[in-house]
């Protein structure tokens, strides 16, 4: 809702929004320097 030109109502109006999912995690490595933190004496 919006006010009119005269700014003495509101007016409907519609607009078009652009909206994307994208993974934030995933389970490609591409540069081979992904390091993983394991606890001492943890099984390898």
């Not at 995933?26 to 394991?38: A, E, I, P, R």
């Amino acid at each position: 809702m919006v006010f009119d030109e005269g700014c003495e109502k509101y007016v409907e109006r519609v607009e078009k929004v652009a909206l994307a999912c994208v993974s934030v995690f995933s389970n490609h490595v591409s540069s081979g320097t992904v390091t993983h933190n394991k606890a001492p004496g943890a099984p390898i």
